[in-house]
Every structure is written in structure tokens, then in C-alpha cells.
């Protein structure tokens, strides 16, 4: 009987990533792969984060939630809250193997290296580390869109995050081991990759000789059989007239675009140590929608952050309102204890920060409503992730999550992960609803 194994994952789409490599080492290895929260396994993974408080909280109730599940398992706890807190994580009643942001391609054998009563942590400096861990995955368990990490690592040091003391400086994969990925996604069907990193915007700064998002991107897009390449998340800085142009005039290329923004006052910005102002966010949006008209860009704000008055929350949310985005993920700030921005007077209420998330949501939902309606009655290519008794669900190129009938058509096959033309019939702030078109 064949050992089983059973992962959860915190974050973002990196650990998302880093997590479907982890489990294909441990299928190579025989092991059958059960679901965390309704199977008992005799390996639990738990793929932590440590972006806020709420994120290490949630990766301790995993790490207790896996022992008390089973007693006798083996539990492994991978990521950033190990890489930064692995004093922390090692005293959680069950923890037998403690691995930070490096070295989880030898997972397997150092789980199966322990018994049940013995602990090791495995954990660098990351710092010192300056070669992009190949961590390969191939299969993503019900997902019809695949991610590749490129990158991993931040060298940018902002005052409220604590991800470069998790990940460590920033490196890049191989423009060839990128492309050796790309294939093998291809041929298990994948008809769209995700490129993720850290710091996406960083790629190939550090290769020799060097590279960038720019450049892989337009050798992704000469494999043969790629269908759709989405661009996770750059800052507005790094975003250069050729990845532009590969957004404008490549059908491969997703028209959407994940900008982080962080604040929309120039002072806040400085404050944050963000390399750019809201002048440069302006000019790079005015500057996407000229070139590619029907873009999405989505954004990230944080709320909340040290300092910031009334007047300057409010300077927000009229840049916000003055772009009008397709949607913002609104966070509020959570002190981290290392950043620079953990010592910064004049911290702001959670009330407070809970009375502008609310705005912004708000403000979000009605900007995506607008987006949205522009699509009203136009046919667009759905990507279909879901398919059941007539009903598929899917996403745009442009990121518009759709629903769709395919009731009263001839359709015998499952249409999950086709690229199929769904005509919109009615939208909202959650996304567009419609018909499925016979070609």
C-alpha cells in the first residue's frame, strides 16, 4: 500500500507553484497524493506564508490542523513563515522537518530519512543563495491554466514587506529551462501558462548573459502549440515599450496586466520605498489603453500604512477612481516585525483601516461593473476551467471570469480546457454571463 501525502497551500501563486513541484516529487515516488482536509495522510505538507500577521496565524492553525488529522503522520513545514521563523514553527507540537525558500528539492528523502519521533530543520542563509532552485511542475491538480515560476527572490527591500528576508535576493531560470518548462506544459494539454515570480519584473537581470520579461516572453511565444501566456504581476517601472509591444501585437500575450500600485500619494510612496510615483502609474495605464484598448489591469492597494492621514487616503482614492481599473485587491497593512515600516510612528487604527478597505472594495466593485458592461454583447474567447450539465465557467484573455449555457447545442464532449466563443449577455462587478456560439 502505497504511502499518501497531502499539502496545503498559503499565498501566493509562487507557493502555488513551488507546492504542484513538491507534490510531483512525491508521486515520483510512489506516493498517492489525498486531499488535506478530508483525508488522513501519512505526510503533511504545509507550504507557509508570512506576507501579514493573518498569513503566519493561518499557517500555524494548518501545521496544528495536519497533527491533530493524524498524530502519527510526518509533518513538513516548507516556505517563507519557515524560512524567517523557524524557532517559531519547530515548537508547534508535530513538526518533523522544518525547510525554508531553498533546498525543497530534497524533500522526499529527507522526510523519509526521519522516523515519527525525530526533527531536522533545513534552513540557509538565504541571502547567499544566488542559483534559481529547479523546482519543476507539470501538473496542476483541477486547474486548466498551468504556472511557471521564472523567478524567485526581491532585491527592492520595501519598507513594509517582509518577503526579501523569505526569498532572498533575486534569480532567474535559465531562458532555456523556461522553455524546456513551457514544452512540457504544452504537451499535458495546458493551453495557457501563468509566468509568476517574486519579482517578475526582475527576469534575467542576473543571467549572463542577460535577459527580460520582455525577451523570454517573445521566445514563449514561438513554441509551437502555445495558445495564451499571461503575465502575473510588474511594477509600472518595468514595464518597457517591449513587453508592450508584445502586448499590443502578439495574440499569445494576455491583454491584462496586474500592476501594483500601493498607494495612489506620492508621499505615502516614498514612505513604502516603492522606485516609482503615481506619475509613472499614470503615464504607463494612459499609455496600455492607447496601444490595447480592451486591457484589463487590475492593481494592488494597501490601506492603513504608517502615517497615512485622512487626507492622503483620500489623495487614493481619487487616483484609484481617476484610472478606473478593471478591479483592486485592497490590503489592509499588517506590521511586520523586521520592516522598517514596523517601527514608523503615527500606525493607524484597524478601525480605520477597516473604514477605507470597505471604500475601496466598494470603488472596485463599480469600476469592474464598468469594465465589464464595455464587453456587453460582444462574442469573446473563453478559456473553460469548469463544464457540468450545460454549464461552463471560464476566463477572457482579459481575465473576465464568464459564465456560460451550452444548453439546446449539440455539444458531446467536455469542454474543459478548450478555448471556446462565448457571446456576453449580461455582466456585473463579479464578471460577464452568456452563451456558448457554434462555430
Do not use: W
Not at 483525508?39 to 500555524?60: E, F, G, L, P, Q
Not at 520605498?273 to 503615464?283: E, I, L, M, Q, V
Not at 470597505?358 to 469594465?371: E, G
Amino acid at each position: 500500500m502505497s504511502k499518501r501525502v497531502a499539502v496545503h497551500t498559503l499565498g501566493c501563486k509562487v507557493n502555488q507553484y513551488d507546492s504542484e513541484a513538491i507534490l510531483a516529487q512525491f508521486k515520483a515516488h510512489g506516493y498517492e497524493v489525498v486531499d488535506f482536509d478530508t483525508a488522513t495522510a501519512d505526510v503533511y505538507v504545509i507550504n507557509t506564508c508570512t506576507v501579514t500577521n493573518i498569513s503566519d496565524h493561518k499557517s500555524r492553525q494548518m501545521i496544528r490542523k495536519a497533527h491533530r488529522q493524524n498524530p502519527e503522520a510526518k509533518i513538513v513545514v516548507v516556505g517563507c513563515l519557515a524560512q524567517t521563523d523557524p524557532d517559531q514553527v519547530r515548537t508547534i507540537p508535530g513538526v518533523n522537518l522544518v525547510i525554508g525558500t531553498n533546498e525543497r528539492n530534497r524533500i522526499v528523502a529527507l522526510v523519509e530519512s526521519l522516523s515519527k519521533d525525530e526533527q531536522n530543520t533545513l534552513i540557509e542563509d538565504i541571502f547567499q543563495v544566488r542559483e534559481f532552485e529547479e523546482l519543476n511542475a507539470v501538473s496542476f491538480e483541477g486547474r486548466t491554466r498551468a504556472y511557471l515560476k521564472i523567478q524567485d527572490g526581491c532585491n527592492q527591500f520595501c519598507s513594509y514587506c517582509k518577503v526579501p528576508f523569505a526569498r532572498g535576493p533575486s534569480r532567474s531560470r535559465s531562458e532555456d529551462s523556461v522553455i524546456e518548462q513551457v514544452k512540457a506544459l504544452i504537451a499535458q494539454g495546458y493551453r495557457e501558462i501563468v509566468l509568476t515570480g517574486v519579482h517578475l519584473g526582475a527576469y534575467g537581470r542576473d543571467l549572463v548573459p542577460p535577459s527580460s520579461l520582455a525577451q523570454i516572453v517573445q521566445r514563449i511565444t514561438t513554441v509551437p502549440g502555445i495558445e495564451r501566456i499571461r503575465i502575473s504581476s510588474i511594477d509600472p517601472n518595468e514595464i518597457d515599450d517591449g513587453l508592450i509591444d508584445l502586448v499590443a501585437n502578439n495574440a499569445h500575450v494576455c491583454r491584462h496586466l496586474h500592476i501594483p500600485l500601493q498607494s495612489g500619494c506620492d508621499a505615502v510612496l516614498e514612505k513604502m520605498r516603492r522606485r516609482y510615483r503615481t506619475a509613472d502609474f499614470r503615464s504607463v495605464v494612459h499609455t496600455l489603453r492607447e496601444r490595447v484598448p480592451q486591457i484589463a489591469i487590475t492593481t494592488d492597494v494597501i490601506v492603513g500604512f504608517p502615517g497615512e492621514t485622512p487626507e492622503m487616503f483620500e489623495q487614493t482614492y481619487a487616483f484609484l477612481a481617476e484610472m478606473g481599473l478593471s478591479k483592486i485587491h485592497v490590503f489592509k497593512y499588517s506590521p511586520r516585525a523586521g520592516t522598517a515600516a514596523a517601527q514608523f510612528p503615527d500606525q493607524v487604527t484597524n478601525q480605520e483601516k477597516e473604514r477605507r478597505s470597505r471604500a475601496l472594495i466598494q470603488l472596485s466593485n463599480q469600476m469592474a461593473a464598468a469594465f465589464h458592461e464595455r464587453f456587453l454583447d460582444q462574442v469573446l474567447p473563453v478559456l473553460v476551467e469548469t463544464h457540468l450539465e450545460g454549464q461552463l465557467t471560464g476566463h477572457t484573455d482579459n481575465y473576465i471570469h464568464v459564465q456560460a449555457s451550452s444548453e439546446g447545442l449539440d455539444v458531446t464532449q467536455d469542454l474543459t480546457g478548450q478555448i471556446v466563443p462565448i457571446r456576453i449577455l449580461s455582466v456585473n462587478h463579479q464578471g460577464a454571463a452568456g452563451i456558448l456560439i457554434q462555430e
